[in-house]
C-alpha cells in the first residue's frame, strides 16, 4: 500500500502562482511513476502531469502549455507540482497519484494509489 496526502491547495488570484505537494509513505517511492490529475464537478478526473521514478520522465497534460512543472524528491517521498500563470478554468481539485506501470499515463484507471485531494481555486 502507499499512502498519498495532498497539500498547498487554496485560493490564488488569476495570473499568479501555487506550488501543491503530495507526501508519500508506505513502500519504496522510488519505486512508483507519480501523477497529477484534477477534477471538477460533473467531469472526469483530466490527466494533468506525470514523472518517472528517476525524475527522468516527464508528461504534461496538452492544456499546460509549459505553466506548470511536476517534480519529485526520492529523499522526500515528495511529488511536486509547481503551478504558475493559472487561470480559472485551472480551478479543480487536484490529486496525486501512484503507479507501478502504466501503458497509457493519461489514464487515471492506470494508477493503483489515489490522494484525498486538494482544492484549488483561481479568482479572476
Known amino acids: 500500500q502507499v499512502q498519498l496526502v495532498e497539500s498547498g491547495g487554496g485560493l490564488v488570484q488569476a495570473g499568479g502562482s501555487l506550488r501543491l505537494s503530495c507526501a508519500a509513505s508506505?513502500?519504496?517511492?522510488?519505486?512508483?511513476?507519480m501523477g497529477w490529475f484534477r477534477q471538477v464537478p460533473g467531469k472526469e478526473r483530466e490527466f494533468v502531469a506525470t514523472?518517472?521514478?528517476?525524475?527522468?520522465?516527464?508528461y504534461y497534460g496538452d492544456f499546460v502549455k509549459g505553466r506548470f512543472t511536476i517534480s519529485r524528491d526520492n529523499a522526500k517521498n515528495t511529488v511536486y507540482l509547481q503551478m504558475n500563470s493559472v487561470n480559472s478554468e485551472d480551478t479543480a481539485v487536484y490529486y496525486c497519484?501512484?503507479?507501478?506501470?502504466?501503458?497509457?499515463?493519461?489514464?487515471?484507471?492506470?494508477?493503483?494509489?489515489w490522494g484525498q485531494g486538494t482544492q484549488v481555486t483561481v479568482s479572476s
Open positions: 497519484a501512484a503507479v507501478g506501470q502504466y501503458s497509457d499515463y493519461r489514464r487515471a484507471s492506470e494508477y493503483d494509489y
Open positions: 508506505g513502500r519504496t517511492f522510488s519505486n512508483y511513476a
Open positions: 514523472i518517472s521514478w528517476s525524475g527522468g520522465r516527464r
